[in-house]
């Protein structure tokens, strides 16, 4: 079984002829990836993460994170972007709904930190902390990012006040580039166990590194099956693979055809609440890679049919920019049938043996025609069931579309100027040394 992607619901939207003109562009792009001689090719070394990850180094992760699951009840995972993204995406999607809440677990409970620079969440992180048994994966490839490193002094002290100096030590474990940045000097400081993200490899194309694979493994969650997905689609996707065979290559032509057209927003379904943080991870992916030099698809995304009762009106009959990409998860993995009730005052009974599943097949079938007919062009990407392998398929799917899609757009997608701007205004406005000029002429402004 494998992930599917069905474009059959676009096709009102982008003609045959269109479709085709698009063949070529998408052809050539996966061929520049694949050939290294594109914008920003000093970061391609996610094209081939999963096959080239070896047997020691997965026996590595496997080893730390049975290090911490042994030692520890929670967790925490410091890292912003692409340095906790992918983590969250897939531990979400694997994760009990209530684990936060279960009294007894088997895995420890893995929590997030310096993804914001909020002071109550920091507090209240703190407080939860306070005599628990907790490890610590500081992730930060560029090792000087003010909020991972922020939240990291805190929770270091911490550690180290509640479990003594040496013991902290040996709970830290931190996952940064091979030589640059503060991380990697703290950590060769201290002698915490480190692991490396390669020069070649940006943060939002980072999940098949340790970056994603440690925090899963101390999650509980079998790093070998993401690998095995991925790497398939890593055979799948290549340049050698047929247009109208090939996933990423058909993903990144369609959504550049409807872009062309003026469905400037991509909003990524899901129907199935656990895959919140994937459209998380996918907004990062897209967003970053894409949104540069005035052009680029918008990334949204929903949970349905939460999202039914508030956004799906404006899908339904708003302006007609929008083009929508299901993520549609085809077997639950547990069962619950709705039962029959002999008053049916609440008139449920036409629904009683089915199972809650069928419902909600229903309302995603009937959600797909309804915004069809809207004028709302639907891709659907189908996953047989919520399980690593598929994890696994659908990131290097979307990593390599993502790929394939910026060059067809003629934009670099694995830089990120942008992001610089407003760490420039924060640093001048904290007055951090050497931006002596820059805090001048920020408050000039204000
Ligand atoms: O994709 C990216 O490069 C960014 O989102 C980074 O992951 C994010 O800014 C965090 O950077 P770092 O890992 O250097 O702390």
Redesign the pocket.
């Known amino acids: 079984k494998t992930i599917k992607l069905n474009i059959d619901k676009t096709s009102n939207f982008v003609s045959k002829d269109v479709l085709d003109s698009y063949e070529k562009r998408a052809n050539d792009a996966n061929s520049l990836l694949h050939e290294g001689i594109g914008l920003g090719n000093d970061f391609l070394g996610w094209l081939h993460l999963p096959s080239s990850i070896s047997e020691a180094e997965i026996e590595e992760l496997e080893a730390t994170a049975k290090t911490l699951r042994d030692n520890c009840e929670v967790v925490v995972v410091i890292?912003?972007?692409?340095?906790y993204?992918g983590a969250k995406a897939v531990i979400d999607a694997l994760s009990c709904s209530f684990d936060a809440m279960q009294a007894t677990r088997k895995n420890p409970l893995i929590v997030y930190a310096g993804h914001n620079i909020c002071e109550d969440y920091l507090f209240e992180l703190q407080s939860f902390l306070k005599n628990k048994k907790f490890g610590i994966i500081s992730?930060?490839?560029?090792?000087?990012?003010t909020?991972?490193a922020l939240a990291f002094r805190l929770l270091r002290e911490q550690l180290e006040a509640q479990q003594g100096k040496a013991s902290a030590q040996q709970l830290i474990v931190a996952v940064?580039d091979k030589a640059r940045?503060a991380l990697r000097t703290l950590a060769t400081q201290e002698g915490y166990k480190t692991f490396v993200?390669e020069d070649s490899v940006?943060?939002?194309?980072?999940v098949l590194t340790p970056?994603g694979l440690l925090p899963i493994a101390v999650a509980g969650f079998s790093i070998r099956d993401l690998i095995a997905g991925a790497m398939h689609f890593e055979n799948l996707c290549g340049p050698e693979i047929p247009f109208d065979q090939n996933p990423a290559a058909l993903y990144a032509a369609v959504r550049n055809a409807l872009y062309q057209s003026g469905k400037k927003t991509e909003i990524l379904v899901n129907f199935h609440p656990k895959l919140h943080y994937f459209n998380e991870w996918w907004k990062?992916l897209y967003g970053?890679s894409e949104g540069k030099e005035n052009k680029g698809i918008f990334p949204a995304a929903v949970d349905f049919t939460t999202d039914l009762h508030s956004m799906g009106q404006w899908i339904q009959q708003g302006e007609r920019t929008i083009f929508e990409t299901v993520v549609s998860v085809q077997q639950s993995n547990h069962e619950v049938r709705v039962p029959s009730d002999e008053a049916n005052l609440d008139g449920l009974n036409y629904l009683a043996g089915k199972r809650v599943d069928e419902v909600n097949k229903m309302a995603e079938l009937g959600t797909m025609i309804a915004h069809v007919d809207g004028g709302v062009p639907n891709l659907k990407l189908e996953l047989p069931e919520l399980k690593e392998l598929y994890l696994g398929q659908m990131i290097y799917f979307f990593e390599k579309a993502c790929g394939i899609s910026g060059y067809i757009l003629g934009i670099n997608p694995f830089d990120?100027p942008g992001?610089e701007d407003y760490k420039k205004n924060m640093f001048a406005l904290l007055e951090k040394p050497g931006y002596e000029e820059a805090t001048k002429a920020i408050k000039a402004k204000l």
């Not at 890292?79 to 340095?83: A, F």
């Open positions: 890292g912003i972007g692409g340095s993204l992730i930060s490839k560029s090792g000087t990012t909020e991972p940064t940045g993200i940006g943060g939002r194309y980072s970056v990062q970053e990120q992001v």
